[in-house]
């Protein structure tokens, strides 16, 4: 019988960030120069390194590949006007991950690590974070996985805990558009005590299939409803979802920005910072409560949000023989919350909470 021998992957070059067009490029993976990794054995993590060659070896009975114990996060680092590379609300993603790493039976990196790991990669590659006036940004993508062999169901003793980085366009080529949603009614994105506020890549696989058929259908985006009476709105495929109202209170306008509450909801960052935004820069009420599917044509405009796109404007729910519509372009209120994050990411407006990670100049 044959045997075959240990086979290298070849190294991919990295991309030269002297001659990458970066006003053009979309939001997907080009090979930078370096990713940040470290590794855990029964909870001790190492001194990490920068590796250049983006394939990583992986034993065949990984607990990652057998039983699904992958969490990541996803976060940007932008280039301001004055040339400072800042990285947006870092610590929150640093939470959130051990958050999910804990639930899966993980060992986690802890926030200092998780912060270290940023300031190394972010700095062995600034270079490939996009100019200012290009719109574009460096997108962080953490990783920790159960790298060691387990074939019994059981949480393994070794894991990985990485970032890699890669530069992204602005996701919207031309501004804001609208996009048509499915209300998904054949499949639950979480079950109410399950791990749907938990960022593993299992609830992303389960996603996959719904997703394909939607897009098929004609649908970008899809939106799920609580698992238990289907008659709630928990969240969009990949993003939080956001209802716009406006009501008069006392004789005065008042704008409101609703979002679902419950515990099967994957906790955004970017949410929270609109939430934020809408409290302490615009003056708008923030309403945490149940959203009924029924009864979304109450809001004046939908979206849904995340890092990657901050706001996707919604101009239609379709719900079975139901049709909701809104407006086809942006609204005025989406448009001020997405102009407003975007202008604190980029130094444009007061950052008053330093949610801002800057990263700190050479010695």
Same mark, same amino acid.
């Given at each position: 019988?044959?045997?075959?021998?240990?086979?290298?992957?070849?190294?991919?070059?990295?991309?030269?960030?002297?001659?990458?067009?970066?006003?053009?490029?979309?939001?997907?993976?080009?090979?930078?120069?370096?990713?940040?990794?470290?590794?855990?054995?029964?909870?001790?993590?190492?001194?990490?390194?920068?590796?250049?060659?983006?394939?990583?070896?992986?034993?065949?009975?990984?607990?990652?590949?057998?039983? @699904?114990? $992958?969490? #990541?996060?996803?976060?940007?680092?932008?280039? +301001?006007?004055? *040339? =400072?590379?800042?990285?947006?609300?870092?610590?929150?993603?640093?939470?959130?991950?051990?958050?999910?790493?804990?639930?899966?039976?993980?060992?986690?990196?802890?926030?200092?690590?998780?912060?270290?790991?940023?300031?190394?990669?972010?700095?062995?590659?600034?270079?490939?974070?996009?100019?200012?006036?290009?719109?574009?940004?460096?997108?962080?993508?953490?990783?920790?996985?159960?790298?060691?062999?387990?074939?019994?169901?059981?949480?393994?003793?070794?894991?990985?805990?990485?970032?890699?980085?890669?530069?992204?366009?602005?996701?919207?080529?031309?501004?804001?558009?609208?996009?048509?949603?499915?209300?998904?009614?054949?499949?639950?994105?979480?079950?109410?005590?399950?791990?749907?506020?938990?960022?593993?890549?299992?609830?992303?696989?389960?996603?996959?299939?719904?997703?394909?058929?939607? @897009?098929? $259908?004609? #649908?970008?985006?899809?939106?799920?409803?609580? +698992?238990?009476? *289907? =008659?709630?709105?928990?969240?969009?495929?990949?993003?939080?979802?956001?209802?716009?109202?406006?009501?008069?209170?006392?004789?005065?306008?008042?704008?409101?920005?609703?979002?679902?509450?419950?515990?099967?909801?994957?906790?955004?960052?970017?949410?929270?910072?609109?939430?934020?935004?809408?409290?302490?820069?615009?003056?708008?009420?923030?309403?945490?409560?149940?959203?009924?599917?029924?009864?979304?044509?109450?809001?004046?405009?939908?979206?849904?949000?995340?890092?990657?796109?901050?706001?996707?404007?919604?101009?239609?729910?379709?719900?079975?023989?139901?049709?909701?519509?809104?407006?086809?372009?942006?609204?005025?209120?989406?448009?001020?919350?997405?102009?407003?994050?975007?202008?604190?990411?980029?130094?444009?407006?007061?950052?008053?909470?330093?949610?801002?990670?800057?990263?700190?100049?050479?010695?």
């Amino acid at each position: 019988m044959e045997h075959l021998e240990h086979v290298e992957f070849p190294q991919p070059r990295a991309a030269d960030p002297k001659t990458l067009d970066f006003k053009s490029l979309s939001f997907k993976y080009t090979q930078t120069r370096s990713f940040v990794m470290y590794t855990s054995k029964n909870g001790v993590w190492d001194q990490g390194k920068l590796v250049s060659n983006p394939y990583i070896p992986m034993h065949i009975a990984a607990c990652a590949l057998h039983y @699904g114990q $992958a969490v #990541f996060e996803g976060l940007k680092a932008f280039r +301001a006007e004055d *040339n =400072s590379i800042r990285v947006f609300r870092p610590q929150e993603n640093a939470r959130r991950m051990i958050d999910s790493c804990k639930r899966l039976c993980m060992d986690f990196p802890s926030e200092e690590l998780f912060m270290t790991a940023v300031e190394r990669v972010v700095r062995d590659n600034e270079d490939y974070v996009p100019p200012y006036v290009s719109g574009g940004s460096l997108y962080l993508r953490p990783i920790c996985f159960g790298h060691g062999a387990q074939i019994g169901v059981a949480p393994t003793t070794e894991y990985t805990f990485l970032i890699l980085v890669t530069p992204v366009g602005a996701y919207y080529k031309g501004g804001l558009q609208g996009v048509r949603a499915q209300v998904i009614t054949d499949f639950d994105r979480a079950a109410p005590r399950g791990t749907g506020a938990v960022k593993c890549a299992g609830n992303y696989a389960a996603s996959l299939l719904p997703h394909v058929m939607s @897009g098929k $259908a004609g #649908f970008p985006i899809e939106l799920y409803l609580d +698992a238990k009476t *289907n =008659s709630k709105v928990e969240e969009f495929s990949t993003s939080n979802f956001f209802g716009i109202k406006v009501v008069e209170k006392d004789g005065k306008k008042v704008i409101q920005y609703h979002t679902p509450c419950s515990p099967s909801i994957l906790p955004s960052i970017t949410n929270k910072t609109l939430r934020e935004i809408c409290e302490h820069y615009l003056n708008w009420e923030v309403c945490l409560e149940d959203v009924f599917i029924n009864e979304i044509d109450q809001f004046s405009e939908i979206g849904a949000t995340g890092t990657a796109v901050v706001v996707t404007p919604v101009k239609e729910v379709h719900y079975g023989q139901k049709l909701f519509k809104f407006a086809e372009t942006v609204g005025e209120h989406t448009q001020k919350l997405y102009d407003t994050v975007q202008g604190i990411q980029y130094g444009r407006i007061a950052d008053k909470f330093n949610w801002n990670w800057i990263l700190p100049q050479k010695k």
